[in-house]
């Protein structure tokens, strides 16, 4: 229950095309969900983050959708460019415990 | 702020060594977590503190790690002995309020021969 799954593992666009990462959870409890970028040698950084209480959240080229129903969200990259190829990672965390549960990552490559 | 700071960037050491990671968390995050990533795995938390305070080691995998969070501003993570398969990157993560985004560092890249 305290996983967060998440696909694809690796994901190759052409630039200008959209990126799409899934990722889906058990526990009903969880009510923040953020996703990192991670670029090689370099820690996770918090790229977008969305509360249960909204469906949908947009910064810039980058939008999270959330279906509390389904217990699914998922990270749309618009426009994608050859600076966004890096590994993303969706997490979890509930009020009780506050930590982050991550999912597994997705290596996405975009190509010119 | 210079962010979270990490050292050392890089860890060669040999099995049966102690090895100490160290942290200094951004001024004023009053959260600090320790995870480790490798490629089997990902991105684990060992450890987090809450005002200095251990709040969830359940994620330690054994004995032989530890964490100490003295004061606001340094951690450190230990491996004592160290074993080939603690080999991974142990970053360390500070919130404030623990809900509004991890900032991470660089991470320490530990290598066990």
């Known amino acids: 229950q305290q996983q967060v799954k998440q696909s694809p593992q690796s994901l190759i666009v052409q630039k200008g095309g959209i990126s799409i990462i899934n990722c889906a959870y058990e526990?009903?409890?969880?009510?923040?969900f953020p996703w990192y970028q991670q670029f090689p040698g370099k820690g996770p950084a918090l790229l977008i983050a969305i509360r249960p209480d909204v469906s949908e959240k947009k910064e810039g080229r980058f939008t999270i959708s959330f279906n509390k129903s389904a217990k699914q969200f998922s990270l749309h990259i618009m426009d994608s460019q050859p600076g966004d190829s890096a590994t993303y990672f969706c997490a979890a965390s509930m009020v009780i415990t506050d930590k982050l549960i991550f999912g597994t990552g997705t290596r996405l490559q975009v190509f010119p | 702020d210079a962010g979270v700071i990490q050292s050392p960037r890089h860890e060669v050491t040999e099995m049966g060594q102690e090895v100490t990671l160290r942290c200094k968390p951004i001024?004023?995050?009053?959260?600090l977590f320790w995870y480790r990533q490798t490629m089997m795995r990902g991105l684990e938390l060992l450890i987090y503190?809450?005002?200095?305070?251990?709040?969830?080691d359940s994620g330690m995998p054994e004995d032989r790690f530890s964490a100490k969070m003295p004061n606001a501003s340094f951690s450190t993570l230990k491996i004592q002995p160290s074993e080939p398969r603690d080999s991974a990157v142990y970053f360390c993560?500070?919130?404030?309020?623990?809900?509004?985004?991890?900032?991470f560092g660089s991470g320490t890249r530990l290598t066990v021969v």
């Open positions: 526990n009903t409890a969880f009510d923040y």
């Open positions: 001024s004023g995050h009053d959260y």
């Open positions: 503190f809450n005002n200095n305070v251990p709040i969830d």
């Open positions: 993560a500070s919130s404030f309020f623990n809900r509004d985004g991890y900032t």
